[in-house]
């Protein structure tokens, strides 16, 4: 029995001090728990990023497609319905299809289209009651017409993108400049 006494006093001493040593030692970092915490820091940042950056070029972009798909349902309602033709008037922050009975006003503002807000537009050689279309999908201002000319810019002014309309045929060409300030 001694024996046994013995060696059960020796474990319990060496687990004790096993205990002892454990406790003592410095605690760190294990290197999953420092990868997890890379990853997470990653994470965040990718996803607060984009909040703080310059999204100007998105809005010209949003506000280009819009009123390029706008023109062409346009052209494509007075195609359909030539009695009723559809013509596209141009405000300060936006436009208006008038024609179509789902046709209706497009604002660049928080209220109105708020992924281009903010976007200016202005317009050139265009008549004063707004851009009417023929039965064929052209523009219906006379066949000597300068083109018309849509400008889309930036708050800033470091972008902008014209739509330019050839009066024959109705097409959309896009001129996109880049200014530097």
């Known amino acids: ?34 990868i997890i915490a890379i990853i997470i820091i990653s994470v965040v940042t990718a996803l607060a990023l984009p909040m703080f950056s310059d999204q100007s070029s998105d809005r010209l972009t949003a506000a280009k497609h819009r009123l390029w798909a706008d023109i062409q349902y346009a052209q494509a309602w007075t195609i359909a319905n030539p009695s009723n033709p559809a013509r596209i008037r141009f405000l300060q922050d936006g436009y208006v299809i008038e024609g179509p009975p789902d ?23 265009t008549p004063t ?30 972008e902008s993108v014209d739509l330019v309309l050839q009066p ?14």
Do not use: C, W
Not at 6 to 33: K, W
């Open 129 to 158: 009651d707004g851009i009417p279309f023929s039965h064929s999908g052209a523009l219906n201002i006379g066949l000597d017409a300068p083109e018309p000319r849509i400008h889309l810019t930036t708050d800033g002014g470091n």
């Open 1 to 34: 029995m001694t024996t046994m006494t013995t060696m059960t006093t020796m474990t319990t001493m060496t687990s004790m001090t096993r205990m002892t040593t454990m406790t003592h030692m410095p605690r760190a970092f294990t290197f999953i728990e420092l």
């Open 103 to 125: 046709g209706g006003t497009v604002r660049f503002t928080s209220t109105g289209f708020s992924e281009a807000t903010g976007v200016k537009l202005s317009v050139s050689n």
């Open 168 to 181: 024959t045929s109705g097409q959309i060409r896009m001129e996109k400049q880049t200014l530097y300030p």
